[in-house]
Structures are given as C-alpha cells and as structure tokens.
C-alpha cells in the first residue's frame, strides 16, 4: 500500500461491504484522500459492539485501485475496524467513516448498531469518527441528498477536528436534496423499540421466534432531539462519548458502600 | 407459571445457562423470590447489545422447579431480556440479574460485554437491572465472596429501587471474603483494549487471526475509578446510564449547522 501525503480514510458498516449505502460512501470519500475499506463479508446489522472471540477472524482483499483498497472479513463492525488498525493499514488513520447504513440509527437504535459500533471503536483509539445512516431501509436507497450532506460533514471535520473522545451519529431523513432543510445539532432521543415476536411453528412442530418491533419515542414533542430533528427533515448530528457513568448516581448511591461489613 | 406476592427475578448471563457463575447468582437470588432464567445455550461473551435478526430464535425449557424455571435459548443475552419480556413472563420482573460474569466488565469492557448488554436492555424497559462479574475467567472461580456483595446488593436494591433508566455494573475483585475491603461507588475508567492478533496459518495457507490483547487503564492514578476501586481490593458499582450524548459538544459543533445550504 502507497502511503502519501491525503489523509488516510478508513471506510467500513455493517451492512456488507457490497451495499450500495457503502459505495455511496466510498464515492464521496474518495473526494478527500486515500481509502481503504475494510466491512463485513455479509450484512451483520444488530451486532452494536460485539467482538468475535471464540472464532478466527479472516480477511479477504476484494480489490485494490489507485488510493482504493477494499477487504472484507467475517467479523463484525467493531472486528473490521479492530482489524484494520493493527492488520492491514500502515498508520493510525486520519478518519474512520461508517455507513451510509440502510436504516436509521437515531434515539436507542445507537446501541443494537454495528455501523455505531464501528464508529466508537475508532473513537476508542482517538481516531475522528462518523456514522452515517438513512431512514430508508431499502436496498436501492437514493442516496443523493446523503452524499451532499456527508461530503459536507466529512470536510468540517477534517479542517477542524473533533473532540478526542468524542465521535457523530449522523442520521438523514428520506428524500431529494431539496426536501431537506439543514442539519440539527442534537440530543439522542429517549426511546424504545417494543417488541412483537413473530411466533411460527416448524415443520418438525418446534417454535421458533423472528424478531420485530417498532419505535416509540419517549419525547416526541422536545425539539433538541435527533427524532423531532429528523421528524422535521434536518439531519441530526448527535455528538457521541463512550462513557455510561450515572455521575448524579454515584452521588447518590454512596449509601451503598457504607452497609456491608464482611469479616 | 405460579404467580404470587413475591419478588419476580430474571436471571440471565453471557456465559451460558450452565456457567458456575450463573448458578451462583441463581442461589442468592432464591432467597429473594420466584427466578425465570434465560440464557444463551453455549457461552456468547463478546456479544455486547447484539440483537439476532437474521435468524430465528428458540427457546428450550430445561427444568421448572418450585420458584425457578430455567430456559436457554440460541439467542444473545439481549435477545435473552426481550424473549422472557415479550414471550415467557407473565408480566414485567421486579428485577433482572445478569452475571456472575467469569471476567471483568469493568471501564472500557462495559461496551463489549454481554452480561452488560442484557442489563442495559432490562434498564430501557425501566425495570431496575444490576450486571455481576467477578474478576477471574476461570470456569472454576470461588465465588464465595461474589454472593456475599451480590446478596447485599439486590436486598439494597429491592428495598431502596433504582432511578428509572440506571442501572449497575458491579465488579468483584478476586479473593476470599476477609480479603475484600467493602464497596465503592464510581465511575468508569478511562481505558482501553490494546490488541495483537494472533496470526496462524491453516492447512490450506490461508491466514486466520485470533482476537487477543490487554487492557490499558488510562488514568491509573484517579481514585474515584472503577479500575481505583478493583485494584483496592473493594468492589466496584457504576451506576450506568444509556444516553451516548455529549452534551459539551451539542453546543460547541453548533456551528456545523449554519455552513450548508441545499438548493
């Protein structure tokens, strides 16, 4: 691999490395340096932050162009960006992008996200991260009005930088460039998915349970949120941090620590 | 299912349902009232939030006793808390248990952590969740000193309750009882898994790489830390929060919103 003087970009999602919502990010990628993709070999949407463990990991090179390397693997999101940090790439990169994933990733969606938890990871090691996704789940997705607005992201933030520890959940509502009015800095959402199981009967008289649900946001009607943003057809930017401490907790729970003696 | 005026307590885990660790949180949490179990049917460490969309989920029952059912299922341990919600309980538990982990979920391992997901998960619902791990990855832990904490704890928790949409990561040092010096109420370390792959070849000459690595603690120094906590032989809670918002930073990248305009 060349190494030169463009920022070293690496690309990854969740939803397969041969996904459209990926190519799209590749495409507006290429407009900033040099980029290696390393995604998995199939679609591993739910997968958050999992890591694999108790199965070897393998690489396969797809193809390799000028300033364009593609690998998949068949790890997770969290494996590929793992993976190419300590396997495959010749430095720290410059900037990790996930995405364009095929669904949303607002309000409680960020933790079952693998496109997230790629982009945490690379937050993790103090790389600059950004998630992408669109609220349309189809496989042929219009991602025009998504690339104006992450090519426009992706040059902010590699004039001025973010944060160390600090990555962006970028969601962008369905439509044509013009149907979108900006960008909303935000809040996540409170929210849930409720579940409804779809209950089914084998033919060997076994049940078995594919999961369903929908979204139910808990505050629909605050507009510092990422929903009321996206609602209102503005992307949202949600700045992240990989930190679940409770402070007001640890405040008041410290009646705990003075009720135990153990001799 | 029998319903009555005592406490309903889901147990799950990330080792597997017949991890010692389970059973040992199984046998504390009897005393307190009627257990459902629900856990993976071989051991799913790693999994953090993973969700299973792409294939269907089964349910085996493995022994109904008086106040306690144990089921595993093919799921994750997130996919463990929504089954028992949705399909086997008979209404909300008054508490869900996840652990005893064979291995620390303490600072940065929080996000990759099953154990930690299915709590998490519990915590959406609103219903008061508390993780357990014991720092020791043997299969054959001594968990005599874990049931002492883990016992003191769920008592507190049933009688005090949690904040709505907290929950709690308790680590346990290794060591007998006397060893242990109480518990302390903190906040997650700085931290973070340093990685090396192990690179083998297989017969065929391809290449395969295992997941290996250590964890680094960032601030060592800090004592109001988990990792503080651990290493002082006390007993770490963090009380756990899911909302990934750096609020910081929603003010100070507002600036993100005023530099596009699509026409």
């Not at 990854?12 to 040099?34: H, M, P, Q, W, Y």
């Not at 969290?78 to 994933?101: E, M, R, T």
């Not at 095929?102 to 950004?130: Q, R």
């Not at 409170?190 to 779809?198: A, L």
Request: hydrophobic share 35%; charged share 25%.
């Amino acid at each position: 691999m060349k190494t030169n003087n463009k920022p070293l970009i690496l690309v990854t999602n969740d939803d397969g490395f041969d996904a459209k919502g990926i190519e799209s990010l590749i495409e507006v990628s290429r407009e900033f340096g040099e980029i290696v993709v390393i995604a998995p070999d199939v679609s591993r949407s739910g997968m958050s932050h999992a890591i694999t463990i108790k199965e070897p990991l393998r690489i396969t090179n797809i193809s390799e162009n000028d300033n364009l390397t593609i690998y998949s693997t068949n790890g997770t999101p969290v494996d590929c960006v793992k993976l190419a940090i300590n396997q495959i790439l010749p430095k720290l990169p410059d900037l990790i992008l996930s995405g364009i994933n095929h669904g949303s990733n607002a309000s409680i969606s960020v933790i079952y996200s693998g496109t997230m938890g790629a982009v945490m990871e690379g937050c993790i090691y103090g790389i600059p991260s950004i998630g992408f996704s669109i609220l349309d789940y189809s496989k042929n997705a219009d991602f025009t009005a998504s690339k104006i607005y992450a090519r426009h992201i992706i040059r902010n933030v590699l004039k001025n930088g973010i944060n160390k520890g600090t990555c962006l959940n970028v969601n962008i509502p369905k439509g044509l460039p013009h149907e979108l009015k900006g960008i909303k800095v935000c809040r996540q959402t409170k929210g849930m998915w409720k579940e409804e199981f779809d209950k089914r009967t084998d033919p060997h008289k076994c049940d078995y349970f594919w999961l369903t649900g929908y979204f139910e946001n808990l505050e629909p009607e605050n507009d510092d949120t990422d929903e009321w943003a996206l609602a209102n057809k503005y992307v949202s930017i949600v700045p992240t941090i990989i930190d679940f401490t409770d402070y007001v907790a640890v405040k008041s729970l410290k009646n705990l620590e003075n009720e135990i003696l153990v001799k």
